[in-house]
């Protein structure tokens, strides 16, 4: 497996065809499914203290049980020789990350607008009944640094600014993203999320392509991996 830094930003180039990780990313993405209904029945359960134990010392057993085999340290960003990458481990968007809801973003054809839709349950709740509003945050930075990036340079989130237009009910939700102008670096984008009665939250941002992710136009390398290469 090919270890590279770039800039700040950690890849690892791993010999797996994109059949095999299409399969894998199923297979466990079906357990973080599981965990994540693990996560609400916690939240919502009224069973007595017994059961409680009885449950934590199965799941005690099933976690050692995972623990035989991983990888060391966060997940991080992998990819392959196909072109494949894949970020499992991601807070919004990673499979197996029982804490990601997961969220699937659609892209327009141009990559300048984007959309998702996502029900959320008991486990992003911030006051009685609305969604946190952190995790609109979250989410909206998710799908505004996507939209940012186009799928070819990488962006950061430079700043990001929220105007809460009232609370957000736990449910089905949606969000909308366009870029708004591109100056040098930056990229500014705007974005909502809201429900089938409106918007609740709506968000701009500015994300920055770092100096050493600027792409060379005729080598098509950028400088931090050209500074890799060299060692």
């Not at 791993?14 to 939240?43: K, N, Q, Y």
Request: contains cysteine.
């Amino acid at each position: 497996m090919a270890e590279q830094t770039v800039g700040q930003v950690h890849f690892s180039e791993v010999d797996i065809p994109t059949a095999e990780v299409d399969h894998r990313e199923a297979v466990t993405g079906g357990l973080a499914a599981s965990v994540r209904e693990l996560v609400d029945a916690t939240i919502r359960t009224t069973v007595d203290d017994d059961e409680i134990a009885a449950v934590r010392a199965e799941l005690d057993l099933l976690t050692a049980r995972l623990r035989t085999a991983q990888i060391p340290g966060p997940a991080g960003v992998r990819y392959n020789r196909e072109g494949r990458s894949w970020g499992w481990g991601n807070a919004v968007i990673g499979q197996r990350n029982a804490i990601a809801p997961p969220l699937v973003i659609v892209h327009a054809d141009d990559a300048e607008t984007a959309h998702a839709e996502v029900t959320l349950g008991a486990a992003y709740e911030g006051p009685p009944g609305m969604v946190h509003g952190g995790v609109s945050a979250l989410l909206m930075d998710q799908v505004m640094g996507e939209t940012a990036s186009q799928f070819k340079r990488l962006t950061m989130t430079g700043t990001l600014t929220l105007r809460y237009l009232r609370p957000l009910p736990l449910g089905p939700i949606s969000i909308d993203c366009r870029v708004a102008n591109e100056v040098g670096r930056k990229v500014f984008v705007e974005a909502s999320i809201g429900n089938a009665d409106g918007i609740a939250v709506e968000a701009t941002g500015v994300f920055i392509i770092p100096s050493w992710a600027v792409m060379d136009e005729e080598t098509g390398e950028t400088e931090g991996w050209r500074r890799s290469a060299e060692g």
